[in-house]
């Protein structure tokens, strides 16, 4: 087996714990996951877990950058990005945007108003909706 086949093999996935969610991002994000067949699972205050459907699977994304970095591709063509933290035990996923139900969109609308405005750059985002 050539060591760049081994690199770039998708390797199957059942579970991935990941950095706690803030509370405002837990419904959304289950939503998404609950669409795909997935299921976002608190076990407590530090421990929150994905559990993806049998298929599923994790390739590492090069070039690799200060860290590893992984897609995570489910059966039915949804995907996320993981990328662990510090410790290697817990990863912060990474959503499209778009996959968010509407109401999501305008926390991720106020995020980037927020950081525009604190950076001094124009947005097109002025407007947004308080939830």
């Given at each position: 087996?050539?060591?760049?086949?081994?690199?770039?093999?998708?390797?199957?996935?059942?579970?991935?714990?990941?950095?706690?969610?803030?509370?405002?991002?837990?419904?959304?994000?289950?939503?998404?996951?609950?669409?795909?067949?997935?299921?976002?699972v608190i076990q407590d205050d530090k421990t929150q877990v994905i559990f993806f459907p049998q298929g599923t699977t994790r390739t590492e994304i090069f070039p690799r950058l200060r860290?590893?970095?992984?897609?995570?591709?489910?059966?039915?063509?949804?995907?996320?990005?993981?990328?662990?933290?510090?410790?290697?035990?817990?990863?912060?996923?990474?959503?499209?945007?778009?996959?968010?139900?509407?109401?999501?969109?305008?926390?991720?609308?106020?995020?980037?108003?927020?950081?525009?405005?604190?950076?001094?750059?124009?947005?097109?985002?002025?407007?947004?909706?308080?939830?």
């Open positions: 087996m050539h060591l760049q086949n081994a690199i770039f093999s998708p390797e199957p996935i059942e579970r991935l714990e990941i950095v706690p969610l803030d509370e405002q991002w837990i419904e959304p994000v289950r939503e998404v996951l609950y669409r795909h067949h997935a299921m976002l860290k590893s970095r992984y897609r995570i591709a489910l059966p039915d063509g949804f995907s996320l990005t993981a990328y662990p933290q510090i410790n290697g035990d817990l990863y912060a996923i990474g959503i499209d945007p778009r996959e968010l139900p509407a109401r999501s969109q305008n926390i991720t609308q106020a995020h980037e108003t927020q950081y525009n405005q604190n950076s001094g750059k124009p947005t097109d985002h002025d407007q947004t909706n308080n939830l």
